[in-house]
């Protein structure tokens, strides 16, 4: 997990006067961030990730060959559900600074270099704005291109 707020040592001091007036010591009018612990699991970061990385021009899926079809797998099974968002995502996630690793699949024809651009963009934008967490890196592998006549899933496979 991740803790994106410095903790305090402020005391604070609660005194009751006459007639029920309340005193505050040191830190109550000040910014409510500050008191208290935010933490963010790295599953969050993973799936802000994944998301943000799917909603980029050219990118038409995530992950590896084995990923994608443990994918297409789980979403046959009854009641597991869909695709995996955090599929070809993985983070490292510190106090205040994450790196992001990101296998994808390109359209072909498309320019991978402008993808890439364009995935980096999104998901340091998205993590940024959700989690404050400051991005300093987001590796990106082209694991493969998506060509015009191949099918959207893999077909199944049928053992003679």
């Given amino acids: 997990m991740t803790d994106t707020g410095q903790t305090s040592q402020t005391e604070t001091t609660l005194s009751v006067g006459g007639r029920g007036a309340k005193s505050l010591g040191a830190g109550h009018g000040s910014d409510p961030g500050s008191r208290g612990r935010t933490t963010i699991a790295d599953g969050v970061v993973a799936k802000i990730a994944g998301m943000a990385a799917r909603d980029a021009l050219g990118v038409c899926a995530m992950g590896g060959g084995f990923a994608r079809g443990m994918g297409a797998m789980r979403e046959r099974v009854p009641g597991v559900g869909g695709k995996s968002v955090t599929s070809g995502v993985k983070v490292e996630v510190g106090e205040v600074q994450t790196v992001v690793d990101l ?25 940024e704005r959700m989690t404050g967490l400051e991005v300093i890196g987001v590796n990106i592998a082209v694991g493969d291109v998506k060509l015009p006549e191949e099918e959207d899933e893999e077909p199944e496979r049928r053992v003679a």
């Fill in 103 to 127: 296998e994808i699949v390109v359209e072909y024809g498309v320019s991978i270099i402008e993808v890439a651009g364009d995935v980096r963009e999104n998901v340091i934008t998205a993590i």
